[in-house]
């Protein structure tokens, strides 16, 4: 159930998201989710890969600095106020959202989120007492 986001620095400068996506999709990698922002003179893309260990393992080969991250996909509502669906159950235990983004894709018609929480096991938890759909695999697929 949990998955594994790639967080990487870049320069904050033109082409450097370009030049990811080209080593991954060469590699035959396909990026599910992304998100990316600048700090200060970095910026940072968080990720989730079709084959996180051979995107990893393309990106440290060609310098990149990359941190791995659990994460969850989750299924949501795809309406007004579905957000809540998910984030209602994890504020009743006391659990930190650090960060979420949409998946590239929806599942059955409803969006699917990429959610980093702590502690992300009682998360998994939580989401899973309210009957919230977390996708393992599957989600590759979308």
Known sequence: MIIEQLS???ENKPSQLSKVSDLLGDEGINIRALTASVHGQDARIHLVADDSEKAFEVLTGKGYEIA?????AVET????GGLNAILRPLK???INVEFLYP???KLKGNAVL???AEPI???VKALQEHYITILDNKLYAL
């Open 114 to 116: 990429i959610v980093g």
């Open 77 to 80: 509502p795809d309406h007004p």
């Open 92 to 94: 009743a235990r006391d």
């Open 121 to 123: 096991e009682e998360a």
């Open 103 to 105: 998946l590239i894709g």
């Open 68 to 72: 791995k991250v659990k994460v969850i």
């Open 8 to 10: 990487i620095k870049l």
